[in-house]
């Protein structure tokens, strides 16, 4: 997925036709590259908006040393970046996954890091333009032959008799579904279309060519990681691990300030697992939060407190759109309200216009939804954890793609979990 995005990375686009990148360019210039690379530790960032982030500006930097103003070094970096998130997403979800005891943790973790590697890529936005009604009728069709020749039949002998009645049984029990099946069914299909329509409605275009976006890809790549490293250092109760992930931690904080919204996860996971975990639970959150402490401090102690107009400038005007944001991405049939406030009672109009009857089949599929995360309530509900806290501050400010960035691997692994709950029990019913 991530060599049919390097066309991205030699694009002929010159780096300071961006005016951010062209700030960033000039303020390395300006302090002598290398050479006054430590003002950046010791202060603002190459924006110079008011944000602590030494990591992101160092790379920069080193960039400028190896490539000068070659934009391919620039993108290659983000690219690159993009790839180890992914690796760090696969193993990541697999331990996470093996920690809920879900059945099939390595294939999950795989769907998760392929989905966001299409969508981190961009390549998902050329899947944008289908329905997800396409892939729902082909995991259907699917889970329709995988009934009628399933392999528990006796068919899997050479008997060509014994092969036919298998399947002549397959293909009635397909038929003859009863009354009380059809709902179990209409659920699993609820799920498996909005796993696939959240799937497709995501994409990002410019996390490679923006060289901006740095901030986002550093911070979330070495999240990533970092959680990971506590996580086993937790399980194993071994001090490399947490060690390990508090270093990642820490420059996953130097790189931007949205991974703060992690430390909450992971106490929630120590709280969750106290009882297998003991003490090492809570000396992983310690050591997240001895992070966050010592870049809040460096953050203090060398930028004025006091809000930047940049700052001010991004903060959204009132609560009611923060809110409206932040409920909308969590729970997405609650952007149909605006539609039907302004329907009021005149529910004929529903006769002429086919967006009102889309609105109506989508709630109703949303049930399937609400169905998976009950029986998958521990897989989901930490990934809707992961996306409810990481999104909760950039709900605040207007929007940017790159925001979205973080919260993404917990939608995408809710998404793809949505897909296969949805696919398993349709296959199931289809087989039984």
Known sequence: ??????????????????????????????????????????????????????????????????????????????????????????????????????????????????????????????????????????????????????????????????????????????????????????????????????????????????????????????????????????????????????????????SYEQPIMLIPVLIGLAFWRHHEWGAWGWRAVGIAALAGLLVLALRVSLLPTEPTRYQQQQLRSSLSGPLNSYLTELVPPLTQLNYWRAVGVDFEVLLVDKQGWDHIVGTLLYFGVLSAFWCERRLLGGALLWHALTFLPMAFLHFFEHYMYLPQLGKTLTDVGLAVWGMNRLRAKLTN
């Open 1 to 254: 997925m991530h060599a049919l995005a390097l066309p991205q990375v030699f694009l002929n686009a010159p780096l300071r036709a961006d005016s951010d990148t062209a700030a960033m360019l000039d303020a390395v210039q300006r302090t002598g590259g290398l050479m006054g690379a430590w003002r950046w530790l010791l202060g603002d960032w190459l924006l110079e908006n008011g944000f602590y982030r030494p990591i992101t500006s160092l790379s920069i930097v080193l960039d400028h040393a190896l490539y000068g103003e070659t934009s391919w070094g620039f993108r290659l970096t983000n690219w690159l970046l993009t790839v180890f998130t992914a690796l760090g997403v696969f193993v990541l979800t697999r331990a996470y996954a093996c920690l809920v005891g879900y059945a099939r943790a390595d294939w999950l973790a795989l769907g998760v890091a392929t989905v966001l590697s299409l969508q981190q890529t961009g390549i998902a936005q050329r899947l944008s333009e289908w329905s997800a009604w396409w892939f729902v009728g082909a995991v259907g069709i699917t889970a329709l032959l995988l009934a009628k020749f399933d392999t528990s039949h006796p068919a899997r002998s050479n008997n060509l008799a014994s092969y036919i009645r298998a399947s002549f049984r397959a293909e009635r029990s397909v038929r003859t579904l009863s009354r009380g099946e059809w709902l179990p069914l209409a659920l699993a299909v609820g799920a498996l279309f909005w796993g696939f329509d959240r799937v497709l409605e995501t994409h990002y275009t410019r996390l490679i060519t923006w060289v901006p976006s740095r901030t986002a890809l550093f911070g979330t790549m070495f999240s990533v990681w970092a959680v990971y490293c506590l996580l086993r250092g937790a399980i194993e109760r071994r001090w490399g691990w947490l060690g390990l992930g508090g270093l990642f931690y820490l420059l996953a904080l130097g």
